[in-house]
């Protein structure tokens, strides 16, 4: 309340933090309310392609909310549409690997293999860059 208050703009992001925070101090009414909306926005966007160019956030944003309800096969699920959108990313394993909303997930071999093939990812395109560098192909 008071960064909004202070001029801060939500975002669609906010909803799964919210509700995680929520979650932490026993606003279980509000958590289910929050995640529920928001997985009725992102879900209903997604149909319509209404977020062609940020498909990977939304994706994310889904696995969390499904994984903040405990229904984790649906919180694998967008997670895996997540990985599939090929799309770089550069940040998410450390996304994925800190957001505590997913605890639930950390032990299931498919988060696991999720994980290991985006992060693996990063690191072939870190390669990449780092030989192009090398060859004089890229300035910096």
Do not use: C
Request: proline share 3%.
């Amino acid at each position: 309340n008071k960064a909004l208050s202070a001029g801060y703009t939500r975002n669609e992001n906010d909803d799964i933090y919210l509700a995680y925070i929520y979650s932490k101090t026993g606003m279980k009414k509000e958590v289910i309310s929050i995640l529920n909306n928001s997985i009725r926005r992102d879900e209903s966007e997604l149909s319509l392609g209404h977020y062609f160019s940020s498909f990977s956030q939304t994706h994310l944003r889904l696995a969390a909310a499904w994984a903040l309800l405990d229904v984790n096969e649906k919180a694998l699920y967008y997670l895996s549409k997540f990985e599939s959108e090929r799309l770089p990313h550069y940040e998410t394993p450390y996304k994925i690997k800190t957001f505590p909303g997913l605890d639930n997930l950390r032990n299931d071999p498919e988060f696991k293999a999720i994980l290991k093939r985006i992060e693996h990812e990063k690191d072939s395109i870190r390669t990449i860059v780092m030989e192009m560098e090398k060859r004089g192909e890229l300035t910096m």
